[in-house]
């Protein structure tokens, strides 16, 4: 009976690890993920590969930056499908077991598009060390950016195109 204990402890303990506790460089399966831990205990987790984390859009004719306003610049057209299916892909990449874990607390998704052709190029995560994201293996969040990049493109409007790269994040709850 002790020995049963035992593993159910074990057990829980591993599906608690924290991997992103510290900054520091994940090197599997023929990705590499970079995990930034800033003072504020937020973490930005990215593929290695990144260009853009840290560059802000600018305007390719003149290079200067491009500010977001509240009042807003439409980027994007609108579109019927985009939304529901970046939930959709966020939602699968998730295990039962790990929705559990994470229920009732989001994360951020951040994506980098491409303003000559509407494609994801660039995928990065958000979310706090000591929350339970911490806890998600790095396997899942490759997952998130593989299936963003190969499903989703967007329709960009004149003034999108204009710029060196869309900046476009949400945060959202997995279920």
Request: with cysteine; charged share 20%.
């Amino acid at each position: 009976m002790l020995a049963i204990s035992t593993l159910f402890c074990v057990a829980y303990m591993y599906a608690q690890t924290n991997y992103y506790a510290t900054t520091k460089t994940f090197n599997q399966d023929g990705y590499i993920y970079q995990c930034d831990v800033r003072a504020s205990g937020f973490v930005t987790l990215y593929n290695k590969s990144n260009k853009l984390i840290n560059v802000y859009p600018v305007y390719k004719n003149t290079g200067e930056s491009f500010v977001q306003t509240d009042a807003g610049i439409k980027l994007l057209e609108s579109d019927t499908w985009t939304r529901s299916k970046r939930f959709s892909i966020v939602n699968a990449a998730f295990s039962d077991s790990e929705k559990q874990r994470i229920k009732g607390y989001d994360f951020n998704i951040k994506m980098y598009i491409n303003s000559s052709t509407g494609r994801v190029d660039e995928v990065s995560f958000e979310f706090h060390r000591s929350g339970p994201f911490a806890t998600i293996p790095v396997s899942v969040y490759r997952k998130i950016e593989t299936e963003i990049k190969k499903e989703l493109w967007f329709t960009l409007t004149a003034e999108g195109k204009m710029l060196s790269y869309i900046f476009y994040w949400w945060a959202q709850e997995p279920k």
